[in-house]
């Protein structure tokens, strides 16, 4: 049974960094894209970042480009999103997702991604 569980979240003040952490458990997706979404309260989740196996490519959402930055580690299965200069509008639940597609391609929309985790919250204050 896969698995993905994401840890990192947590309360932080305007300007503030969060390193969210998924690790992937039940099989191997270092030949697959992985992606990050969120979701805010009243809204629609959202696409964030992604990334390909070969951690060649990357591509962010507009609001978080320069802020953000997605990472892999395919020994240890698991991708991060390191977020700097966080905004009030950041406030969201996390998502790591993966897709089951081997391909080296990106992906950022989420009918690509077959493998979704609990999500954790990030809050922002002023």
Partial sequence: ???MVESGGGLVRTGGSLRLSCHASGRTF????????RQAPGKEREFVATIN???SGTRYADSVKGRFTISRDNDKNMAFLQMDSLKPED???YYCA???IPSDSLYYTENWYDYWGQGTQVTVST
């Fill in 98 to 100: 993966a897709s089951g």
């Fill in 1 to 3: 049974q896969v698995q």
């Fill in 91 to 93: 406030t969201a639940v």
């Fill in 53 to 55: 196996w070969s951690s």
């Fill in 30 to 37: 270092s030949r697959n894209a992985m992606g990050w979404f």
